[in-house]
């Protein structure tokens, strides 16, 4: 089968699975998820399942990256905060919905990664950070839209202070570290107020605090 043909039927498990929204649709159909995920893996890139990335991470399922970028309501002029890189895939779907995403990773080599991928596509509205997302990016809030793709037990506050108080929405997955018992959630904040929803049960890697050690040379 060609990737033209596994594309268009992926693009049809998204529908399938809720994805409905257009210009995530449209999104997704131009990102080449093959540039995203490892070498051995390249003939998997269009079927709807997560696969491992290097640092013993994963790339999200496609179905996952499309339900939540759609409950992001993302328009066209928001500044959109991702945490957990990882391959770079989300971040890229994102790039094509919103003016500008940041997004924050732990791991160096993963970043590394992800970064020549973004150069590489020309995906020119991008901007990256290593560091512990947990915290956010305090030197570039308020965020209009924040999306978390790592599983965290409590929502992160100051993740919550660097929302946007006009409307902003963060989604994220919240709940045990192992994996089980999680679900994506979506908090909207309005001026002191909030609102949250509890969206869909997921699988994510935990959210991890702190930045892995850089060996010395
Ligand atoms: N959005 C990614 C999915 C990556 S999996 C993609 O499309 O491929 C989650 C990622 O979150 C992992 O790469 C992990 O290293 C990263 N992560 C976990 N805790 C983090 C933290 N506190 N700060 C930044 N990144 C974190």
Redesign the pocket.
């Known amino acids: 089968m060609s990737t033209e043909s596994r594309k268009i039927r992926l693009l049809m498990d998204l529908r399938n699975g809720g994805v409905t929204d257009t210009r995530v649709l449209a999104a997704i159909e131009r990102t080449p998820r093959e540039a995203?995920v490892e070498e051995t893996f390249v003939d998997q890139a269009y079927a709807n399942q997560a696969l491992p990335?290097n640092?013993g991470?994963?790339?999200?399922q496609p179905v996952v990256?499309g339900l939540m970028s759609q409950a992001l309501e993302i328009g066209e002029r928001h500044k959109v905060l991702?945490?957990?890189?990882?391959?770079?895939?989300?971040a890229a779907v994102l790039s094509k919905l919103a003016r500008r995403v940041y997004t924050?990773?732990?791991?160096r080599d993963?970043l590394a990664e992800a970064e020549q991928r973004f150069k590489g596509l020309s995906l020119h509205n991008i901007t990256t950070m290593v560091?512990?997302?947990?915290k956010g990016w305090p030197g570039q809030q308020p965020f209009d839209r924040i999306l978390v793709?790592?599983a965290a037990r409590i929502v992160p506050p100051d993740l919550v202070a660097q929302l946007s108080d006009e409307g902003g929405i963060m989604v994220l997955p919240v709940g045990d570290v192992g994996g089980l018992n999680q679900e994506v959630i979506r908090v909207r904040k309005d001026g002191h107020k909030f609102t949250s929803e509890r969206l869909f049960p997921v699988r994510f890697?935990?959210?991890?605090?702190g930045v892995p050690e850089v060996p010395r040379k």
């Open positions: 995203f990335i640092c991470q994963t790339i999200s990256v991702e945490i957990g890189t990882g391959s770079g895939y989300q924050i990773e732990r791991h993963l560091g512990d997302g947990y793709t790592a890697v935990p959210l991890v605090q």
